[in-house]
């Protein structure tokens, strides 16, 4: 069965960091594009960085800009989400997803919207103290 697991939250103090892995079980990221989400208690789920397959596209929230790097591996399989200079507000459940099937495209709403995507991890928590 297709999964996708997350790992490396913890709980870490404002102005640290953490690195976040999302590995592909029983499928592969093959041409596929990969989202990492976060959603903290009583918020909406929300978007915080993409890759594409390629690695030549990638997007970020705002929020996150110039603290989190994504990147991947796909000889591993796998993608991180690098986290720097993590702040309270950043402390969530952070998931993985990818689409139901690869898309070709740069537009902005594939990667950023949690409705184009079909298969999620379980997440892994991320508490940053102050």
């Known amino acids: ?9 913890g709980l870490v103090q404002a102005g640290g960091s953490l690195r976040l892995s999302c590995a592909a079980s029983g499928r592969t990221f093959t041409n596929y594009h990969v989202g ?3 959603q903290a208690p009583g918020k909406e789920r929300e978007f915080v960085a993409a890759i594409s397959w390629t690695k030549s596209i990638i997007y970020y929230a705002d929020s996150v800009k110039g603290r989190f790097t994504i990147s991947r591996d796909n000889a591993e399989n796998t993608v991180y989400l690098q986290m720097n ?7 969530a459940v952070y998931y993985c997803a990818t689409p ?8 902005r709403s594939y990667y950023t919207d949690s409705h184009e995507y079909a298969y999620w991890g379980r997440g892994t928590q991320v508490t940053v103290s102050s």
């Open 100 to 107: 139901a099937v690869p898309m070709l495209t740069s537009a």
């Open 36 to 38: 990492w989400f976060r």
């Open 1 to 9: 069965q297709a999964q996708l697991v997350e790992s490396g939250g």
């Open 85 to 91: 200079s993590l702040k309270p507000e950043d402390t």
